[in-house]
Each structure stands twice: as C-alpha cells, then as structure tokens.
C-alpha cells in the first residue's frame, strides 16, 4: 500500500483543528417538546457548577452559556490523562411568538438543565361553545328595523307614491 501524503496531511489537520474548535466552544445536545401549555428545552451539561450556567432571552432568542474550568489542585499527583479541561458551552434556539417571555423557569438537577418556556393565555387553543339556534353575533346585534342596534334605519321611498 502506498502512502498518500494529501490524505495523511488532511488527517492530521482535520484532528488537529477538530480538537482546537472543540476546545472553544462547543454545542450542547438538547431535547426540545411541547407538553400541553409549555414548551421544556433539555440540554445536557453534565460537570458544570450551576452558577456557571446562564440563561438568557433577547429578541425571542433564547440562549444558553456554560463555563467549566479545569481543576488548578495539583492534589499531589502525577496526572497519568486529563481529558476533563476546561469547557465552554453555548448553545441558541429561536423562540416563537407564542412564549410568555416573563414566565420563563429554568432547573439544573443530575447534569441537566431544564428550561420551561410556557404558552402566552391568548396562544392557546380554545373550545368555541356551539349554542343550538342561538343566531350568530353580528345578527344578534340587529335591531328590529333591520339595522344595527342604536342606529336609525334609513327611510326608505315606496315603490309607488301617492304623490303624482
């Protein structure tokens, strides 16, 4: 089998590069649903200090930032492999109209973050009562002379007049 450098070389710089991204910042997988009136946004962040995790909202965008520093004890060891460094994590989804941005709720338990989004009261669906020979609204609103309730109907000229 031959050596072929461009390859060799494309290997090499596409770990060294993927390592150097990762190292700055990174994505966080998450779980977005619709549960009833509120949307829930899971994200794992498993290692990080919960005061290290923002979550903010401007211009219906939500966005969420972690920091986890590498640990400065040297504890006395010889480190035989540390993977675990320093992180930082940012991750952005795009709200709909239909949030409640006031409302919004966030928990860190078990590595997860968990972010409640609720629903706006007038997003939500609603049941229309249906009435049986109830007549629709706009002609509920008629008065007996055929016009709008509180307006005088115009008066109309016969068809034939007494005057000749």
């Known amino acids: 089998m031959l050596f072929d450098t461009i390859q060799e070389l494309d290997r090499i710089s596409s770990g060294f590069f993927s390592e150097l991204s990762r190292a700055a910042f990174s994505t966080t997988p ?16 498993p290692g990080f200090d919960p005061k290290s995790i923002d979550v903010s909202v401007d211009g219906g965008l939500l966005t969420i930032r972690a920091e986890r520093t590498a640990e400065s004890e040297d504890r006395g060891a ?12 940012v991750r952005q ?6 949030i409640d941005l006031d409302a919004i709720a966030a928990d860190y338990r078990d590595g997860v973050l968990k972010v409640t989004l609720p629903v706006r009261a007038d ?12 007549a629709p609204a706009r002609q509920q609103a008629i008065g007996e002379a055929g016009s709008p309730a509180g307006e005088a109907a115009p008066k109309a000229e016969p068809a034939h007049s007494a005057v000749s």
């Open 30 to 45: 998450v779980n977005l649903y619709r549960e009833d009136d509120r949307y829930v946004l899971e994200a794992d962040l």
């Open 123 to 134: 997003a939500l669906p609603r049941r229309v009562a249906v009435v049986e020979g109830a």
């Open 78 to 89: 010889r480190w035989l492999l540390r993977e675990r460094g320093a992180a930082s994590v």
């Open 93 to 98: 989804v795009a709200l709909g109209q239909d």
